[in-house]
């Protein structure tokens, strides 16, 4: 670590203590050099996901940082009046989060992102599961939604009555 006072990069930790629950360090340092002390705090960086969005009518594709809340929003939508806690959907956005992330690319298609809640959906509740399916995937009429009913009942689900 350079020294802020002389320059130096020729110091000695101190002391080394933990803040915010283990997410940083904070050290106090002595330089080798001028003998002057100074603090350095490490946090980890964190990757920040870039998400591509669908490409508009003259052919651009957006770009937008990953938003956790409007992930969220978008569960809210879809899960509005079902049996499902926000300890669910929030267990749902923590697990795309995540497997976003460990994927180690910066940029994600928006697509990727759709497939995922979807399949999340799918496998908690049915009815969510059409409801983000009717919007995600853009549903111009009523065949659109027998089919993905005619779909969920070939894969042996229930469509379950409220």
């Known amino acids: 670590m ?4 002389c320059g130096s990069d020729d110091d000695a930790v101190l002391d080394s203590r933990p803040l915010r629950d283990g997410e ?3 050290r106090r340092r002595e330089c080798k050099h001028c003998d002057r ?3 350095t ?3 980890i960086e964190e990757m920040q996901l870039t998400v591509v969005k669908k ?3 003259d052919g651009h594709q ?4 990953f938003d956790r809340n409007k992930l969220l929003r978008s569960l809210r939508v879809a899960c509005q009046k079902r ?3 926000e300890e669910t959907l929030q267990t749902i956005a923590d697990d795309i989060e995540r497997g976003l992330t460990n994927r180690l690319d910066k940029e994600v298609p928006s697509a990727d992102i759709g497939e995922m809640v979807m399949e999340h959906l799918r ?3 049915q009815v969510a599961y059409v409801r983000f399916a009717s919007v995600y995937r853009q549903f111009e009429d009523a065949t659109q939604f027998r089919d993905i009913v005619n779909l969920l009942k070939k894969q042996g689900g229930r469509l379950r009555k409220e």
């Open 37 to 39: 002390r100074f603090t």
């Open 41 to 43: 705090f490490e946090t």
């Open 24 to 26: 940083a360090i904070k």
């Open 2 to 5: 350079k020294c802020p006072y």
């Open 123 to 125: 496998r908690i509740d």
């Open 62 to 65: 957006r770009r937008e940082q």
């Open 83 to 85: 049996p499902i806690s």
């Open 55 to 57: 490409p508009d009518r």
